[in-house]
């Protein structure tokens, strides 16, 4: 069952890169007390994920944090090493990387996807979310393109 507006996300065990390399990082901590952007992409590195979803997160990050988020979050069905190199790639130093490797939180979200046909296995949708205080105030899971989870749409519904 996919995750809904109103749910509160679940408490998984990922990872992010941290300054001595890979470190846990536990979702219910992460997300509590504090209004969270994250979003998520099919993979690091992918033409999509690199030269239209996040660039826009990295161009709009002064404005979303402004606009009420405390934080912003990439999360891919990664593992950190590639996470952290992304993010250097990218200069998308304004946000944390998460690194669902096992896709384990992808899962518990119900917002995993088959790309197996392209050799790429369990992966996450294409989506982005805002959660309060670890519970749901937006989805928007795009099939194709970025409309749903575009850094622009966020910010909108940011400023509501």
Not at 3 to 10: E, K, S, T
Not at 13 to 41: H, M, Q, W, Y
């Amino acid at each position: 069952m996919t995750i809904a507006i109103g749910d509160r996300l679940p408490d998984v065990t990922i990872k992010t890169n941290g300054d001595k390399g890979p470190e846990d990082l536990a979702t219910g901590s992460f997300f509590a007390g504090r209004r969270v952007v994250l979003f998520a992409v099919p993979g690091a590195f992918t033409p999509g994920c690199s030269n239209t979803h996040m660039p826009g997160f990295v161009v709009h990050a002064d404005e979303i944090l402004a606009a009420g988020a405390d934080a912003i979050a990439c999360m891919a069905v990664n593992d950190a090493f590639v996470m952290g190199a992304w993010q250097q790639d990218q200069n998308a130093q304004a946000m944390t990387m998460l690194a669902d490797g096992n896709a384990e939180f992808t899962r518990a979200l119900g917002l995993d996807m088959d790309a197996s046909a392209g050799g790429m296995g369990t992966r996450s949708k294409r989506f982005a979310l805002i959660a309060n205080d670890g519970v749901v105030e937006y989805l928007g899971v795009d099939a194709k393109g970025v409309q749903e989870s575009s850094a622009e749409t966020v910010l909108a519904q940011l400023k509501g």
